[in-house]
């Protein structure tokens, strides 16, 4: 359950800092093609249904006998 909750920590935070530079990198650019807008806003999401379910790992307790 620790390495699930150490994974899951990692791939949140990776996907959120990749999702601000690439939110930064879009905003700078004029014209925005639709499949890179679509490539990032999978990203997007993906992130925050990572950060909700680190949440509840983190959240939930352990038995211990």
Known sequence: MKLL?????????????????CGFSIASKPVIEASSLQFHMGFGISAILFCFLTITLFARKTKTA
Do not use: E, M, R
Not at 14 to 19: G, I, M, N, Q, R
């Open 5 to 21: 909750k150490k994974l899951s920590l990692f791939l949140a935070a990776t996907l959120s800092a990749s999702t601000v530079i």
